[in-house]
């Protein structure tokens, strides 16, 4: 039977209240009461139900479909097949899952009796219902414990592989992971600490392919569809399973100081550097004559007054905006491609939980709005930040009454080129009236 689409999913146990009551304050503060504030591994069992369960996996497999279809290896995008891993995917891609099929389905058309493994980085850019719904999960937890620092992104399992590929292995420094199990199929995952995890001298300590001398002195974590498990960040794990299943782990991302400080000034980099392929020569000046460089500097785009700390300051507000007005995701939705027709009947909502986020800028005139992630650069007029706060209020508005609230002879004009802006970052749906 096929599953139901996208669309119906968000109308149905997606829909933003239910999830908003199923995971309201009260659940988070027993997540983080059971789990001793993020410190320990944990499964909670009272998370989703059935129908979530289904609808999710229907969306996993739309975002493979899309991910063949259009971006293919990008994204980290990788596959193991009997436990090696496959370079060219051309064949895979060439076989989707279909709007009609379940995973069981597409597993058997597409792999038979094989183990195959499958991890999708960044998958909170493909699905705009999934990335919803976890948003709206996470939402009381982010106001509970904070924003991490450089914020959350996903990354999609799906196997029937005994074991994960990748061994027993740590993830980078800091990335404390939620994990929603989809099933169908059970998994568990084996933890160590440091000093319980004691390797041989000749033996591999990242990535450990060599498993069972080491399972006795594990911690084991079993989940089933629809619970949750934690684990904290910096922890040798593995996980295995006998059965096809699908995971969506959900990392919040915190790093070192020194990490953090890189992060920052590569940002400042991206902002400030302007692109340039002009050769030097080598350098026939005196040994404390360093003008040379003046050619390069010439390529900082820098403000008078700036220093390095307040650039990486100013850098470090960018990206809190960015998260702020993207659920917490590092990741921006890929920007639709196709135009809404925009009528005066038409209506304009914007999705929940997200809330466009906007600044004036350092230019005269200019106005800076932070849409789902996306830093966008305006041309400030009268009433453009109260069709913000309207839009972010939630509720549907009539195209018409976005428009009455700027007083301009061009409102209509400028209402509706706004719109299709916000529209084309996923800031807000437009629908006919």
């Not at 109308?11 to 503060?29: G, H, I, K, N």
């Not at 924003?147 to 590929?165: A, K, Q, R, S, V």
């Not at 594990?218 to 399973?241: I, S, V």
Request: proline share 6%; charged share 25%; aromatic share 10%.
């Amino acid at each position: 039977m096929p599953y139901p689409r996208e669309n119906d999913a968000l109308e149905e146990s997606l829909a933003p209240a239910r999830l908003r009551r199923r995971f309201d304050a009260d659940w988070w503060t027993r997540f983080l009461t059971l789990n001793k504030h993020m410190s320990q591994p944990c499964v909670f069992s009272d998370a989703l139900d059935a129908i979530q369960v289904r609808l999710m996996r229907r969306q996993v497999l739309d975002i493979l479909a899309e991910v063949a279809r259009i971006h293919q290896t990008k994204y980290g995008y990788r596959l193991w097949l009997d436990g090696r891993q496959v370079d060219d995917l051309d064949e895979h891609f060439s076989q989707p899952p279909l709007a009609d099929e379940d995973v069981e389905s597409w597993v058997r058309r597409v792999f038979g009796e094989r183990k195959f493994g499958i991890i999708l980085n960044r998958g909170e850019k493909f699905s705009a219902g999934l990335s919803q719904a976890i948003a709206l999960i996470l939402e009381p937890a982010l106001k509970m414990i904070g924003m991490p620092t450089e914020g959350i992104l996903f990354t999609i399992f799906i196997g029937n592989y005994d074991l994960t590929p990748l061994g027993i292995h740590k993830d980078s420094p800091g990335k404390s992971v939620i994990h929603f199990h989809l099933g169908p199929g059970s998994k568990t995952m084996y933890t160590w600490d440091d000093d319980d995890y004691v390797t041989a001298p000749d033996e591999k300590r990242f990535n450990n392919m060599n498993v069972a001398p080491h399972l006795p002195s594990a911690a084991a974590h079993t989940f089933h569809a629809g619970q949750l498990y934690f684990m904290p960040e910096n922890r040798f794990h593995l996980g295995m399973q006998n059965e096809l299943s699908i995971g969506i782990a959900c990392w919040f991302y915190n790093r070192s100081d020194h990490d953090f400080a890189c992060e920052l000034l590569h940002r400042v980099r991206e902002t400030c550097l302007r692109p340039s392929e002009i050769m030097l020569k080598a350098d026939r000046r005196p040994i404390d004559d360093v003008g040379t460089v003046e050619a390069a500097l010439s390529l900082l785009a820098l403000p008078e007054d700036g220093d390095l700390r307040s650039l990486m300051r100013g850098a470090y507000r960018d990206l809190r905006y960015s998260l702020f007005s993207n659920g917490g995701y590092r990741n921006s939705p890929i920007p639709r491609e196709v135009q809404p027709e925009i009528r005066p009947d038409s209506r304009v909502a914007a999705a929940a939980p997200y809330r466009m986020r906007c600044m004036p800028a350092q230019a005269a005139g200019r106005f800076e709005l932070y849409v789902r992630g996306t830093k966008l650069a305006l041309g400030n007029f009268p009433g453009l930040e109260g069709v913000i706060d309207r839009l972010n209020s939630g509720g549907k508005f009539a195209i018409a009454e976005i428009a009455a609230m700027v007083d301009d002879p061009l409102a209509e004009k400028k209402v509706h080129y706004l719109l299709r802006l916000l529209h084309r970052y996923h800031g807000v749906d437009i629908e006919p009236g």
